[in-house]
């Protein structure tokens, strides 16, 4: 399955209406935000259909899983929106993410957690919203500053003496290349999980962190926290990914790019690829494949590496990146 998908889904009591984007979309919210009410109106429809007094509008079906045998469930459940209740045993396991990989379904989880087995974006963690009878999904994080997600509503740009990436990569390789000779010192934390606690024992040198935030949705939470407490020490830029800076800045001649930049969710068939980061990277790998400037996500290739080049790719995020 791949697009956007528009459910609505009322009652006499309630009515639902957002729009599913990605393949995961977590939605979070205290008690009596509406999470319950909305799985319970999808539960009902899926035993009971029209029956059951819930209007369900949608170009796909929506089913609840349950707790009881739900990877039987799972293995049944193609092409359709899965709403999954909080509190499922199984969603924080690994079990659970090798479960859902590989499939056309797109998923929404209620859950208040961070799932670390699973790559969302950080753009798709909602909560629900209310006015009466009507609810809708709201983001939970947006970024303050082109790429710079931030608690506060403004914020002083902080002193970058570190940047920190996921790993040594493409894009450590570049960030390595670009701050060259400068007082900016370029570290790995090894992965998006190990961010954290890099964070914790580093912030005090002034860290910038930057990471593919196509799949940084489960680190986002303490990460933001941790920079809550140390504001002018912590700044977090988060672009979909390296590969998507590069397909951005209009470095490449590739045929329908911008076609494809404009509507990505269109091209993404959620059984192919877990999360967009995939979907940039085999993109770039592929349409570069057999040039002179093939791309490799393990070792960046010189081309990349070309001022005018690095230039083009730095001014997609210039405003963000700390100052040379």
Known sequence: ??????????????????TLER???????NSGTGKTTLYDMIAEYTRLGKDSGVQLA???PCVALTDMDWQNQLSHTHGSAVFIDEGADYLPSKEFASAIQGTDNY??????????????????????????KYHVLQRVYKPRNGYVYSVADSRKKAQANVLLTEDTHAGFQFYQHL???????????????????????HHQQGVFVIADGAAFGSEIDRVMKLQKQHPTDITVCLPESFEWLILQSELLPIQGLKEMLADPGQYIESADFFSWEQFFSRYLVQ?????????SKSKLHTFYTIQENVGKIVAVIAENLPNR
């Not at 701050?179 to 024992?201: H, K, M, P, V």
């Not at 349409?287 to 791309?295: C, D, E, F, P, V």
Request: charged residues 20%.
């Open 23 to 29: 393949n995961i979309t977590i939605v979070r919210g």
């Open 179 to 201: 701050y060259d000779g400068t007082a900016i010192r370029c570290e790995s934390a090894g992965s998006n999980s190990s961010i954290f606690a890099w964070l914790q024992a």
């Open 287 to 295: 349409h570069t494949a057999g040039t002179y400037y093939a791309y």
């Open 1 to 18: 399955m791949k697009g956007k998908i528009d459910i609505r889904v009322y009652n006499n009591r309630s009515s639902f209406n957002f």
């Open 58 to 60: 949608a170009p796909c």
């Open 107 to 132: 998923y929404v989880i209620f859950n208040r957690e961070n799932l670390h087995e699973l790559p969302y974006s950080v753009e798709e963690i909602y909560e629900i919203k209310m006015s009466g």
